[in-house]
């Protein structure tokens, strides 16, 4: 038997998933070991190999094939645009990519005048004001605590992920507009859906299930 590989993205996410695969009997009692330095965990008997990785790359490897299925939040799989298979919503880690800012930005915005947008998602936000909105803006990359940017003056406007909303409202920013709901989603390598396929589609019908079932 080939071995299967799963990445899935580091944090809260990998924790969830992890739960909800062991529903439908897939474990990996090596990666539960708290202090553990190890990077690739393995079940010998299911044929499994799992690996945490940085969210953004997670896409990447399932396009190259080096892991055959990944597990990745919308927000990701959007921004890096990858060639790959999006299979199964898995209805966890849910929050929307917004617009956020002053209230005072609301004008600015709705005017089409060129503002500045700062995020983490370049891309998501080029396609949201450049082929939705039809407006011209200038997109500033940062790499986290986005909703700091207006506050400082380096945009006018952010794109991020809203969750709870309390760090837009801790920090007297609200929600402008909505550009659309996120999730985390499985996705899985094009070749190895053809190659593995009965193992793979069995898994998604089992997560399927697991997920009726929650319902
Ligand atoms: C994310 C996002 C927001 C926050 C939203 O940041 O970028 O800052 O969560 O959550 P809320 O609506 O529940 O307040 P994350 O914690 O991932 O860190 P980052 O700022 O470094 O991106």
Known sequence: MNYITIALAKGRLAKKAMGMLEEI??????????????????????GLKFFLAKANDVPTYV????????????????EEGRKMYEVLDLNMGKCRMCV???ESARELLQNGGLIRVATKY??????????????????????????L???????????????????????????????CP???????????????????????NGLREVLLKGR
């Open 122 to 147: 370049p891309n998501i936000a080029k396609d949201y004001f450049y082929n939705k909105r039809h407006q011209t803006v200038e997109i500033i990359k940062l790499n986290g605590s986005i909703e």
């Open 182 to 204: 996120l999730s985390a989603r499985m996705v899985v390598n094009q070749v190895s859906m053809k190659m593995e396929h009965e193992r793979i589609t069995g898994m998604i």
């Open 100 to 102: 956020a800012g002053p």
């Open 149 to 179: 940017a207006p506050i400082v003056g380096l945009s006018e406007v952010i794109v991020d992920i809203v969750e709870t909303g309390a760090t837009l409202r801790e920090n007297g920013l609200a929600v402008l507009e909505e550009i």
């Open 63 to 78: 396009e190259y094939g080096a892991a055959d299925i990944g597990i990745v939040g919308k927000d990701t799989i959007l």
């Open 25 to 46: 009997g897939i474990t990996c009692e090596e990666m539960k070991e708290p202090d553990s330095r190890k990077l690739i965990f393995t079940n010998e008997k299911l």
